[in-house]
């Protein structure tokens, strides 16, 4: 069973400066922790690049359109301009190519592109997990006859909104790797 990872938007602009996630510093340290922990089990891991309109975060070619966990040779790289990293992209011909069954997502945002990315896994065939302190979002403000709602609840919504079928472990620690 071939396993991957998929490092969703981890982009300089939303883990540093003003449009960063609130809980940018312990996100990252938990990414670091588990694309490591990928690696060393040989996993494929995948990262995701979203090229935004202009004057956003992610703009292309801009240093907040800059991957924050550096990928390692021979790991690629994948530009989207979809929330869904299946649409208009090599992706699933990639996963399927190593013979990935099994996947690990993480990233931002929660709602959009994690979420975009868990779904398009799921609806390919592919058994996902999603660790719940692996992904972020911003807070959602608030709306017509709404209150706002805080970035932590937000992730969590999205992550129940994916279903049964996404295994939900509490800590990336929890994600197993094993050799192929």
Known sequence: MAQALLV?????????GADAVLAAPTLLRTLDGLVAAARAADALVVHLQNDGPPGEPDEPHTPGWELAIAPRDGEPVLRKTEDDPFAETDLAALLSGHGVTRMAVCGLLSEFCVSAAARGALDRGFRV???????????????????????????????????????IVATAAEVRFTQP
């Open 8 to 16: 969703v938007d981890v982009q300089r602009g939303f883990v540093s």
């Open 129 to 167: 997990v999603l660790p719940h302190d692996a992904h972020a979002t911003y807070d959602v403000p608030a709306g017509p006859g709404s209150a706002g709602v805080p970035a932590a609840l937000a992730s969590r919504a999205a992550e129940w909104a994916l279903g049964d079928a996404i295994e």
